[in-house]
């Protein structure tokens, strides 16, 4: 297997939705999960370039973990339910300080799932009907309930990050540009996400080859070392 050229790491509570939304992007469908453990990772080909996903247990004992995954790190997708405002909490209380092993030019999206859960959804171009008996378990959606986080909410806190980082909000891409709102249920969004990450990474890793120090030496412009005392080895 090649070495991935990048790292994207998904953070976040458990249950809001990082494993669904990494398989809906990677396989393109939304199958049942189960709490994830350690973590896990798929490797995607983008252009000419391996970008390696990590998926994260959100649970509270593998927290300890959570620094070593974003270790180089080039993007954090730190994921919270737009129906559990304490899940937005947890990003910052919790998941935000793991974040200091990542690459110091790291990008951050904060990522609202779950949104087709929300009446809002409907707006959001998800029209399907509510579940009947006999309805494919896939094909339904729960009853609509009003958004409990607005995307002002995550807006709010990719500013807290950048302070947090200390970095100049012209120095990176704009708070809208970096926070979505997606269902891994429906699909919504959920390409929009990782691809919009993807094309931001990738002149991070030209940059990268351009300043890395060539490991190439010239052979045939040294000269054989003199040897003072024939045969002598010592
Ligand atoms: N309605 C709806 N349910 C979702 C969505 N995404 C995930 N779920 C459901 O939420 C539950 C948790 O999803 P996971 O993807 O396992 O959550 P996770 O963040 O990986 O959780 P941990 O691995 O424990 O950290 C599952 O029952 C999913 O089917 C979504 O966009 N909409
Ligand atoms: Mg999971």
């Known amino acids: 297997m090649r070495k991935p050229d990048s790292k ?4 976040g509570d458990m249950n809001v939705g990082k494993t669904s939304l990494l398989q809906r992007y990677m396989e393109r469908r939304f199958p049942d999960t189960v709490s994830t453990v350690g973590g896990a990772f798929y490797l995607k080909q983008w252009r000419s370039y391996n970008i390696s996903i990590w998926d994260t247990a ?15 790190a080039a993007a954090i997708i730190l994921t919270y339910d737009v129906n559990h405002p304490q899940s937005l909490v947890e ?13 110091k030019d790291c990008l ?4 609202g799932n779950k949104v087709d859960l929300t009446e809002e959804g409907a707006l959001a171009g998800q029209e399907k009907e509510k579940c009947s008996p006999d309805t494919d378990a896939g094909d339904c959606v729960s009853p609509r309930v009003p958004k409990q986080v607005q995307l002002e ?3 709010a806190l ?13 120095d990176v891409p704009a708070a809208e540009q970096m926070c979505f709102e997606t269902s891994a249920k429906t699909g919504y969004n959920v390409d929009l996400l990782f691809e919009t990450l993807f094309d931001l990474v990738v002149p991070m890793i030209l940059q990268q080859r351009a300043e890395r120090p060539s490991h190439t030496v010239d052979i045939s412009s040294q000269k054989p070392p003199k040897r003072t005392r024939p045969g002598c080895c010592a």
């Open 158 to 170: 990719y500013k807290k990050i950048l302070k947090y980082k200390m970095l100049d909000e012209q």
């Open 8 to 11: 994207i790491v998904l953070l």
């Open 58 to 72: 959100g649970r509270e004992q593998f927290h300890g973990l959570g620094s070593m995954y974003c270790r180089g």
């Open 91 to 103: 990003l910052e209380d919790r998941f935000l300080g793991l974040t200091d092993t990542a690459s």
């Open 108 to 111: 951050f999206a904060i990522v």
């Open 153 to 155: 909410d995550a807006v």
